[in-house]
């Protein structure tokens, strides 16, 4: 895992709109949030509700979201761009949602699954590369996003979230070649 205090790899990638995108310059929110998704994971439509309430209610707290697929949409059709327009509009995602064609976005993330989650604060340092919540597909367990909630309030609020930071789980990103 990338470890905590690293600073955000810096990326200008296209929305599903094909406007570029970049990361904000240090300083423009109080915290970042970048998650490595995709359409077809089911670890992804599992929280796929709680990640469009995410998107809705952070801005607000002057928190920026976004989403970066970095699948390889050749080998897996349902993660192309097109797909992912329809994606967007179907789960009401209101945060840009990116595609990192040549996957150097994942790399220099050190991204391993979708969903995977980092949180950087304003200085755009790494204080948050855990979990959603403890719910997954198939545990009965509801989709809260308590971990991540958690440790956003805790940046909010000037604190450092919990050290309990446990991996996020999914299917592995899928690489080219």
Known sequence: ??????RAPRFTLPDTHGAM???????THAAVLVVFMC??????????????????VLPDRNVAMFGINSNDAQKYPADRPAAMVEEAAARG????????????VARAYRAAC??????FDRDLK?????????????????VTGAALRAAID?????????DKQVPSMGCNIKWKG
């Open 39 to 56: 359409n077809h994971c089911p670890y992804v439509k599992h929280v796929a509700d709680e990640l469009a309430r995410l998107g809705r």
């Open 21 to 27: 995108v970049s990361l904000p310059d240090p300083g």
């Open 93 to 104: 995602y209101v945060f840009p949602y990116l595609f990192d064609d040549d996957q150097s």
């Open 114 to 119: 979708t969903p995977d989650f980092f949180l």
């Open 154 to 162: 805790a940046v909010l609020d000037g604190r450092p979230p919990s």
């Open 126 to 142: 790494l204080v948050y590369r855990g979990e959603l919540d403890d719910s997954r597909p198939g545990n009965g367990k509801p």
């Open 1 to 6: 895992m990338v470890a905590l205090g690293t």
